[in-house]
């Protein structure tokens, strides 16, 4: 393997990785991430919301210490 100011040559991927902010050997995750909310965009001005998975029915809550709990 052969070292770079840019990065370590990684044959066995094919690219280079950073070795500041990679792994070597990791598998590249896709490019697009899963949705992202903010609480506030979840809750407004709430503190529980209800979601139904499976037909089953669930609580989420933000408690008084600004923590998030799941309930069935």
């Known amino acids: 393997m052969q070292t770079s100011k840019q ?17 070597p050997g990791a598998i590249p995750v896709a490019a697009s991430a899963p949705p992202s909310f903010t609480s506030h965009e979840l809750f407004g001005a709430q503190n529980e919301i209800s979601i139904v998975h499976r037909g089953e029915r669930y609580s989420l809550r933000i408690t ?9």
């Open 7 to 23: 990065g370590i040559r990684a044959p066995f991927l094919g690219r280079q990785y950073n070795a500041l902010t990679e792994t």
């Open 64 to 72: 008084g210490l600004g923590k998030l709990i799941l309930t069935k």
